[in-house]
């Protein structure tokens, strides 16, 4: 079993920003590649960004690319979605997770989530 645990949600008015942080255990971390998803209420689970098991390659939904950048820290244990030119339209939330059969997809593990509103 893989536990991750999100962290860094919160409230921000439009145009902030945030470090949403995802501390990992239990596996070893640099066995997966790792995805960003969020879900706002009624809706379904929605990519954010996702990452290579090395960091080496990263892959954005259109709508947050170029605000958003994710990095992981394969010593820590760690993954890290930055989020900048945040919109009302970010308010969500976000989960990290391990990556599905497809780049974009959600694998066997996923965290709890963590908040982010982001007001006008």
């Known amino acids: 079993q893989m536990q991750l645990v999100e962290s860094g949600g919160g409230s921000v008015q439009v145009g902030g920003s945030l470090r949403l942080s995802c501390a990992a255990s239990?596996?070893?971390?640099?066995?997966?590649?790792m995805n960003w998803f969020r879900q706002s209420p009624g809706k379904e689970f929605e990519f954010v960004a996702g990452?290579?098991?090395?960091?080496?390659?990263?892959y954005y939904a259109d709508s947050v690319k170029g605000r958003f950048n994710i990095s992981r820290d394969n010593a820590k244990y760690m993954l890290y979605l930055e989020m900048d030119s945040l919109t009302v339209g970010d308010t969500a939330v976000y989960y990290c997770?391990?990556?599905?059969?497809?780049?974009?997809?959600?694998?066997?593990?996923r965290g709890q989530g963590t908040q982010v509103v982001v007001s006008s």
């Open positions: 239990g596996r070893p971390f640099e066995n997966y590649a």
């Open positions: 990452i290579s098991w090395s960091g080496g390659k990263t």
């Open positions: 997770a391990t990556r599905g059969r497809t780049i974009t997809g959600m694998g066997e593990y």
